[in-house]
């Protein structure tokens, strides 16, 4: 399985970003896919998740109302749409794939394969 996360860049607060992460058909048919993010010295948390069939969605209490993940079927990207920035999601963002179930698809423990991370820094 490989993922390749992109589109990360400097915006400022208030800005937008387009997320991608290249994969397979098979592979996001097959799995569960995530996207986390993880600040300096922090842990590794939880954005948004999307479900095999691309029906389910589930979010952060962060960044509810303003991310949005989706699947382009034609060119087998998952996308994580940023909206309205603020300086406290900047952090390295990487994309997941697992066999996560609705109970645990908030936990990086849930993801089998990581794609690299791709930076997104919010100025103030």
């Known amino acids: 399985v490989q993922l390749q996360a992109s589109g990360g860049g400097l915006v400022q607060a208030g800005g937008s970003l387009r997320l991608s992460c290249a994969t397979s058909e098979r592979t996001y048919n097959r799995y569960v896919m995530g996207w986390f993010r993880q600040a300096p010295g922090k842990e590794r948390d939880f954005v948004a998740a999307?479900?095999?069939?691309?029906?389910?969605?589930w979010y952060a209490d962060s960044v509810k109302g303003r991310f949005t993940i989706s699947r382009d079927n034609a060119k087998n990207t998952v996308i994580l749409q940023l909206n309205s920035l603020k300086p406290e999601d900047t952090a390295v963002y990487y994309c997941?794939?697992?066999?996560?179930?609705?109970?645990?698809?908030?936990?990086?423990?849930?993801?089998?394969?990581w794609g690299q991370g791709t930076l997104v820094t919010v100025s103030s």
């Open positions: 999307l479900s095999r069939n691309g029906g389910s969605t």
């Open positions: 997941a794939a697992g066999s996560a179930i609705v109970s645990s698809l908030r936990y990086p423990s849930a993801y089998h394969y």
